[in-house]
């Protein structure tokens, strides 16, 4: 059975706490049908991401649901997150499971063939493949992949590593996660479809449940 259950992944972005506490949005998410969630930040420093990092961290220790953090190893192991997400930038995922240890959540970014490749032989937990579609959420130099690099990339990587987890990421809403599960998604990573909506909870439940039809419907 795989360690992460990649239904719906809630993305708490640090610009979202100009107007909200990231700490309340972030268990919201999770008592509302996320499945995980991870802290992304950008721009603050290394003491402000740790502290933001523990509140969430206290916001989600009832819920049950994993949290993980963007990018920075050192802030995962600084308070004690379930894992962290890496990308291209990021320190190599070798490195970060001989640090973290085998029980920490690892999770790497796939935009393309090459990043498939260094995915296979990596020690991970789940994958998570775009951005499959534009998104306001952040700056992506790299062109969206589209439905058909999506499940292009999904087949590299369900040929070497079948059991493993794959989401899709980047302008995904209730009808685009029903479009990326039959292209062969696990679930979805979404910021905005959540937490730029008027009633967080609810449309974390109505992804969640997309995401659920969807998969049973898959599975058929």
Not at 5 to 28: C, I
Not at 73 to 96: F, I, K, P, Q, Y
Not at 113 to 132: F, L, N
Not at 133 to 157: C, I, M, Q, W
């Amino acid at each position: 059975m795989p360690k992460v259950d990649y239904r719906l992944k809630a993305l708490v972005d640090a610009p979202l706490g100009d107007k909200t506490n990231l700490a309340d949005l972030a268990r919201t998410a999770a008592l509302s049908g996320a499945t995980l969630i991870q802290y992304r930040d950008k721009t603050n420093s290394t003491r402000e991401m740790i502290e933001q990092a523990r509140a969430i961290g206290a916001a989600l220790a009832e819920t049950g649901v994993p949290f993980v953090i963007n990018d920075r190893v050192d802030v995962a192991l600084a308070v004690g997150a379930d894992g962290v997400h890496l990308g291209r930038d990021d320190m190599d995922a070798a490195t970060a499971r001989s640090m973290m240890g085998d029980a920490t959540i690892i999770g790497l970014t796939v935009k393309n063939e090459m990043d498939a490749q260094t995915t296979i032989g990596s020690p991970i937990d789940y994958a998570c493949i775009g951005g499959v579609y534009d998104t306001l959420s952040k700056h992506n130099p790299d062109p969206p992949v589209g439905l058909e690099g999506f499940a292009r990339l999904r087949v590299t990587l369900l040929a070497a590593k079948p059991d493993l987890p794959v989401g899709a990421i980047a302008g995904i809403n209730v009808q685009r996660a029903a479009d990326v599960v039959a292209a062969g998604a696990d679930g979805v990573a979404v910021i905005s479809t959540i937490f730029a909506a008027l009633d967080p909870a609810a449309a974390t439940r109505e992804l969640r449940a997309g995401v659920d039809l969807a998969l049973r419907e898959a599975s058929r």
